[in-house]
């Protein structure tokens, strides 16, 4: 096949560079918030406890559910029993925490040297009494937040059957009370800016009749509550998310159930999903910007076979909202050094806003999970008339700095390991990592990804003025 010589085909290449990201288990530092009653024990060494220790050092206020457990000498040689070792610390953190779940993430020390984790789980796991899911989060990994994936994909197995289920508690039906505007108001959270409210009197959308539907995907829940009533909107009810606020809430999957993943970085969760619990996986583009989740609905609808209703109006008006940033954007140029997969969902949100994307750095691409967001990539560049990006899997560092060079462009989103080196070279950068944290799905939430991108542009407006960039840029130069 000759792909990357047609013109209107995206062109993809491949270098030979490193994975310059984080870690994965870096993953903890989200997923133990959002399940509020797991405890993560993270098995590796000294420098795995290093990296835990500066990659959350921010949440130093926060009640912390994750421990490392440090192999030492004995335990690498094999001269200690690992199962009884294991089993203190966990009966230690169930006597201390009384968790729901323990996680064991496995690093690359558990890997080579074939550390058993899978084996002693299930015997631990009768001995406790409480359920342990084996993660092997480790530097294997292509980028830092394919971590999330290995856990959600453990967590997507001990998923229940609907027969499973425990039997519901019948209670007396409470009178029904007339909702009023006043109620109604108070039991929504006031939207955000490009959030349209509807009309305080009109009924609500009644659910059609659909296959359940599991979201997967670890985000926070105002933005699980956003999603679940766009969908509620087309009368689409969500079964359930993956992950839930606590484990012992995991949504029941039965075969046939259909699932729709969030995030760009899920393809395992998304083949475990389809393969061991024979699920059907909507190929949808990913809710990231206003173009995105207007598009990640109408996929949905379709399966279901529901007509959406006021999609376009919606994302209209969601557009006029974030013009005054728009316009800071519109024209200019962005290039992707690539850090956490969510490069393609950006880029075409970039794009649409009006952008040049020179290219999209991606550490790995799995084309089959991205192909609906590919081919809205695609179909965004032909709207928008700007020439197709070529994306470079698995980017030379070095090369990309050249290139950067060359093409000199307005904005680099880069990881955190780049980005001090380029802006000494004059060079604008935003950290990649930022996306990753923040609230980034949803047409309520276009803002906020808006405000992480223009704001080193705007810090270099507040500089102009004050005349102090060209004295950076002077500096820069010089190879000050």
Known sequence: MTVATQPDALNFECETGNYHTFCPISCVAWLYQKIEDSFFLVIGTKTCGYFLQNAMGVMIFAEPRYAMAELEEGDISAQLNDYEELKRLCNQVKRDRNPSVIVFIGTCTTEIVKMDLEGLAPKLESEINIPIVVARANGLDYAFTQGEDTVLAAMAQRCPTREELPEPDIAPAEPKKSANPLQRLMNFAQPKDGEVQGDAGEEETPYIDHPPLVLFGSVPDPVVTQLDLEL???GIKVEGWLPMKTYTELPPLDPGDYVCGVNPFLSRTATTLMRRRKAKLIGAPFPIGPDGTRAWVEKICSVFGVEPKGLEERER???????????????KSVFFMGDNLLE???????IRCGMRVDEIGIPYMDKRYQRAELDLLTTTCREMDVPLPTIVEKPDNYNQVQRIKELDPDLVITGMAHANPLEARGITTKWSVEF???QIHGFANARDVLELATRPLRRNQSLDKLGWSNLVREDANAGV
Do not use: C, H, P
Request: hydrophobic fraction near 45%.
């Open 436 to 438: 990753t944290f923040a």
């Open 317 to 331: 008006q969601v557009w006029e909202n974030l013009e005054d940033y728009v316009s800071l954007l519109r024209g």
């Open 344 to 350: 393609i969902s950006l880029a075409r949100f970039f």
């Open 232 to 234: 509620k909107k087309q």
